[in-house]
């Protein structure tokens, strides 16, 4: 049966606003870095093989696994076999082995002492909570007038108050609405969007379910309800505040989330739906809470290399890749800066999309929608991140001494009109004049990262241009922009300036050579309406599948966007998987 092109495009039509209007709107949440929906995951990341002591470099692995297996012959079912890249790290072999409950598999790791004997243990898992700690419970607002707003501790309907009785007296709704509106999304964020290609009505049909599917996790809201979700995608933050509040310091204190990362003015339509991030995650269980990784970021990612190489993975650091090789129109592996050439079945690229489509891959590689989707695509978060080294705790004039306040996101930027005008001045001089500034001070919380009395903190710094005005460069302003923002906290907390032992500087050009993040951009492209979803990072590649086969991506230019959640990388993995299984790859 031929399919009429009048029906073909009125499937398309609903195709896409079904998928674009109905599940755009997970990906706010994801900002901030909530490393939320994966403690599962994280329980296994956080699993080292504690007891293996660091012995002589072996140079014969053989010799390991052989006495390996003379004590535990079930090793030989399956095992891996892990060589650090450092020479001293011992070899280890990993195995699992059956427990007495039904499908219980126990892992073990052996290596050789520095005495030459074989030591084993078992791997123990450890429990998530020892890796994702509560993070800045508290959120700080100091005001110029010398008043604050401290939220957070159960007491924020309280400090509310203090501005305006009628915004406290609605503040629970406020709140409960963006918990139901994050409940709806939340599970989207697991599975891949709708992907909208070119193809017969075969290849739609999987499509249009998945679409349906999306459609049926908003009929549990009433009419009134699916409205307000769509005017949070389309509207300002500025005006969706208004409709909810009428204090200049509380609607700047939840409007900040609207403009976190995000190179646009509070009153730009379309930050509104960003306001969602703040109830969106998870920490150990808590919906709506922000996770810190004890020892630091690093503690994540060496979980993450640790769980891996127990698999058998290779991990290569300070290697870059020059390009990925393509033969016969696939993707067949990377050449690196070094010029060694790494065959792979598949290449799976998690930097940002107009990175790949654009400086590793020969253009006549890329096919032509591609190459001008990717001149297109909007990078640019307008942060200027630093990190410091502090010999005390700052004392704020609003509230001096220690307290849980330090402890908060300490949030300078008094109303939505301070922040609009930091945006102005971005685009007209190349920083803000008067910059948004938010600081933690994580060692209040985990006393690893720094020394007994001394303290670190980073400055999420807000708005930049990615790149200046008149062709100026980053390299010649990072040091006079970093003195404003540290002049910007000293204003809050005198001394502050004094307490900086060492500072490390991250211009948005600092960010795009050191980890690739075009433009400086924190998410690997604008969270637009235009650059969510199915459209991430284009119509047809909204599955994880790139424009050339073998090619994946999985991160955070893809479905559902930035911040430290794993989603994206989950479930490239699973389209990855299916394209093992069917033998595609």
Known sequence: MKIGSDIIKVYK?????????????????????????????????????????????LRDAETLLAAVLAVHPQAARRHSIIIEPSPDQPARVIWAERGKRPRELIEYGASFAPDGSLQTEKLRKASAAGLVDRMHQFVGLPLPDGRYLLAGGGRTGEEVAKFSARDAARLPAYEQRLKVFADVLRAVALQPPPNVSEGGWLRALPELWKAGQLGRRLQGLDAGLKQELLDLFTISAAEYLDRWFESGPIKALFGFDGIVGNYASPYAPGTAYVLLHHVFGQSNGVKGAWGHAIGGMGAITQAMARSATEAGAVIRTGTGVERVLVEAGRATGVVTDAGEVIHARAVVANVNPKLLYERLLDPADVPAATRGRMANWRC????????????????????????????????????????????????RYGWSREPVVEMLIPSTLDDSLAPPGQHVASLFCQHVAPQLPDGRSWD???????????????????????????????????????????????????LSLNQLFSARPMLGQANYRGAIPGLYLCGSGTHPGGGVTGAPGHNAAREILKDVKRRRI
């Not at 195709?15 to 296994?44: D, N, Q, S």
């Not at 200027?384 to 996101?409: C, E, I, K, Y």
């Not at 302003?477 to 060492?502: K, N, Y």
């Open 476 to 526: 010649d302003h990072r040091e006079e922009v970093a003195d404003l923002m540290i002049a910007t906290v000293e204003q809050h907390a005198p001394g502050f300036a004094a307490s900086v032992l060492g500072r490390q500087i991250l211009s948005p050009l600092d960010l795009e050579r050191t980890f690739g993040l075009v433009g400086g951009d924190i998410f690997h492209g604008a």
């Open 13 to 57: 039509d609903v195709h896409i606003w079904i998928g674009i209007v109905c599940g755009l709107m997970l990906f706010i949440a994801f900002y901030a870095g909530a490393i939320t929906m994966f403690e599962k995951p994280l329980e296994r990341w956080a699993t080292p093989p504690s007891g293996l002591a660091a012995a002589p470099p």
């Open 380 to 427: 640019g978060s307008g942060t200027f991140r630093m990190n410091v080294a502090l010999s005390r705790l700052p004392d704020f004039s609003v509230l001096p001494g220690q307290g849980d306040h330090l402890t908060a996101g300490i949030i300078i930027a008094p109303s939505l009109d301070y922040m609009d005008r930091a945006y102005l001045d971005a685009r």
